[in-house]
């Protein structure tokens, strides 16, 4: 059972373009979303992560959008640069679990100069 | 001077071998885990220790076995490789589960395993 599912799998963006990752949980329990970041060779890195208690959250070119109704939140990447080109992991965690992270099925960004 | 390292960051190895991959951290977090990255990409959880004692426990078949001699260190030993286990494997790390920080993990560089 993927309790959180990851769409799409791939995406192509120009340089300058917007990127939107979309994620989709199942257990109201979650209280807590992250996004990973992983270059190729690398290990999956922090990006930004949420709460359900806020609806956005910004760090720089990157947005985290969440809909606590539809138990769905997505990132969104402006200004998207060719050094953006790597994939995305949501994730989702809760206390009740231990915090223990639940990977979506990641998204592969290349960004086109 | 590098948070999570884990050695060897590629394995190349014969059906039926036992081999072993480390892991340490200098963070002093509380908490470790291993993860499997598929050819999919697909991440997915297999064990957890805190403070060196076993809280996560995924499906895995019982040839994987951890080991966590301290909470700065955790093994992956591995016995009679089959084919499927061929994928990379990530050492993460985290604060303990009670912690403000459990869910923020640092990741090493993984190790490829590829059985032949």
């Known amino acids: 059972q993927q309790q959180v599912k990851q769409s799409p799998q791939s995406l192509i963006v120009q340089k300058g373009g917007i990127s939107i990752i979309n994620c989709a949980y199942e257990?109201?329990?979650?209280?807590?979303f992250p996004w990973y970041q992983q270059f190729p060779g690398k290990g999956p890195a922090l990006l930004i992560a949420i709460r359900p208690d806020v609806s956005e959250k910004k760090e720089g070119r990157f947005t985290i959008s969440f809909n606590k109704s539809a138990k769905q939140f997505s990132l969104h990447i402006m200004d998207s640069q060719p050094g953006d080109s790597a994939t995305y992991f949501c994730?989702?965690?809760?206390?009740?679990?231990?915090?223990?992270?639940?990977f979506g099925g990641g998204t592969r960004v290349l960004v086109k100069p | 001077d590098t948070a999570v390292s884990q050695t060897p960051k590629y394995l190349v190895t014969q059906m039926g071998n036992d081999k072993s991959i480390k892991c340490e951290q200098n963070?002093?977090?509380?908490?470790m885990y291993w993860y499997k990255q598929d050819s999919k990409k697909f991440l997915k959880i297999m064990f957890s220790?805190?403070?060196?004692?076993?809280?996560i426990n995924e499906t895995v078949p019982n040839r994987f076995s951890p080991k966590s001699p301290d909470k700065a260190h955790l093994n992956l030993h591995i016995n009679s490789l089959e084919l499927g286990d061929s994928a990379v494997y990530f050492c993460?790390?985290?604060?303990?589960?009670?912690?403000?920080?459990?869910?923020?993990?640092?990741f090493g560089a993984g190790s490829r395993l590829t059985v032949l």
């Open positions: 994730a989702a965690s809760m206390k009740a679990a231990g915090n223990k992270l639940t």
């Open positions: 257990n109201t329990a979650f209280d807590y």
């Open positions: 963070l002093g977090h509380d908490t």
């Open positions: 220790y805190n403070n060196k004692e076993l809280i």
């Open positions: 993460a790390s985290s604060h303990g589960p009670l912690s403000s920080g459990a869910n923020v993990l640092t």
